[in-house]
């Protein structure tokens, strides 16, 4: 069994529980299989895209997700990146990890991995994560 685990990044660090300030990151990871990815910015604007699969692929349920704008996800992030660190980011280079929204197979083997690559992109520390020696199965 993977990684069940939610993350914030505010106020310059990750912690497991709630965001502190905004702008905000929420990290929701499902069975290391993928993450939902909640952003919000100062003015409250935000957005909401997935890391891996869209859960209505991962669950071959339809109606488990609503289909997800990509392209606009991926400028929303690259704007909150902006306010939140002060990374330029171009969102043609935020796009290519977000899931597919045809449901094609994703590059890497664990979500984990495209929350690293998603977190060094914007310029955030990395986050620290449990082992299973930590006990995060279940």
């Known amino acids: 069994m993977g990684l069940f685990?939610?993350?914030?990044?505010?106020d310059g660090r990750w912690s497991r529980g709630g965001p502190t300030a905004v702008p905000f990151l929420l990290v929701d990871v499902h069975d290391s299989g993928f993450a939902t990815v909640?952003?919000?910015?100062?003015?409250?604007s935000g957005g909401r895209f997935f890391l891996r699969y869209e859960?209505?692929?991962y669950f071959a349920e339809v109606d488990a997700s609503d289909p997800v704008d990509v392209d606009a996800e991926?400028?929303?992030f690259a704007a909150w990146a902006k306010e939140a660190t002060g990374a330029e980011l171009d969102p043609a280079d935020v796009r290519p990890l977000l899931a597919s929204p045809t449901g094609m197979p994703?590059?890497?083997?664990?979500v984990?991995?495209?929350?690293?690559?998603l977190a060094a992109l914007?310029?955030?520390?990395?986050l620290e994560w449990p082992t299973e020696a930590?006990?995060?199965a279940g």
Do not use: N
């Not at 685990?5 to 505010?10: D, G």
């Not at 909640?38 to 409250?44: G, P, T, V």
């Open 134 to 136: 930590d006990g995060y």
């Open 112 to 117: 984990e991995l495209t929350v690293d690559r």
């Open 38 to 44: 909640d952003h919000r910015r100062a003015d409250a």
């Open 74 to 76: 991926a400028e929303g």
């Open 55 to 57: 859960p209505r692929f």
């Open 122 to 126: 914007a310029g955030l520390p990395p």
């Open 5 to 10: 685990r939610k993350f914030a990044y505010s």
């Open 106 to 110: 994703p590059t890497d083997e664990s």
